[in-house]
């Protein structure tokens, strides 16, 4: 019997992973700290590997093909396709531990019919076809500094639906049928520590209560049957056009977590309360203000993401059209409604503006202001436990009340 076998030995991780290539073939050591993990730069040799680490990201370019890691993030990203890794890379002096999934899925998915994993074995094997390579894949010459170039994305594709005559039992938790899956982006990181928190304790700055948050609602999402990832795990940096990407294919959703503030002037300790974004053109003069804040995290990347900003117009237009802005208003007033019901601040409503963060999301995607540290009450309800579990939970109650519509309008479209 083959099967208990394989079980057996892909749940124990092997010690090295050979990789045999027409030019000549080399071992890799994993280990097994922080999951199972391959130590990037000793893949040097037949495989021209080439280990670029700039910052918080890294460029792995594997036979001309570069794939783009985000320190601390369970992501890979080739052009404008992405890899899940479970695990994140990381790194530990001058050595990128990448998982080890990244060479036995990812790899082989990218290139097609050219590598093939062998579990028993644990052998990635190149073919030798040297045409096999997916087409849409990039290719980037050398080594590179910077995320290879984005080509266009393919169409969206419609949400992930389950045939509604396939029903599943509902959970009974939620009432949900359906498999789902929420891509959490908890605002800021790194360098860029989001807005500087006048009303935090001393040393805590908006990108720790965004992702203190952001972790609370994987914790409320996961144990209510929901599968949830978060764009960073840790205090590291995620381009901004990049963050909205991990949602894609079997995503559902895209909620990004912030907190507010108010700049210096005569109303500032008054302003108060929780407000839900969609992605579309800002039309009041504070949410210019709060779209202006978000965006500026984009001073902290590269001088090229600078210059995106002038293409924001034909972007903002171009979504316009998406399919997802109707849904991505209903998750929003759901979402705010089930928060405004917790919080000490105001409710400030659904609004709207043009988001880096949300502009590349091929799913319903909001993004939640939390709340004011400029303000005293709202900064005490964001950094105390109790307030961030609160928080965390009436999202994902708008979450489920989203999903269940869903699933609802799902079923009564597959019975017509
Ligand atoms: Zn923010």
Redesign the pocket.
Known sequence: MIAPLLILLLATPPGTVRIATPRGETSVPVRFEQGAAIAAPLLAGPLGLVVVIEGARATVVLEGVGFVFAIGSPYARVGSRFCQLVDESYVVRDTLFLPLVWLTDCVPRVFGSRFRWDPVASLLTETGDPTAVVRDTPRVAGVTTTAPPVPALPPARPAPVVPATVRAAPNPLTGLRQRHLVVIDP??GGRDP??PGRFFPQGIT?KDVNLLIARLLRAELVRRGIAASLTRTGDTLIALQDRAGYCRHDCDLFVSI??NAMPAGRRTPNATGVETYFLSDAKTEDQRRVMQM?NNAIRFETPDAAAMEGDLATILKDLQQNEYLRESARLAQLVQQRVAGVHPGEDRGVQQAGFYVLNSARRPAILVETGFSTNKRDGAFLTSALGQRKIANAIADGIVSYLMDLERKLAVGGER
Do not use: I, L, T
């Open positions: 605002g800021h989001g807005n908006e912030h907190v978000e």
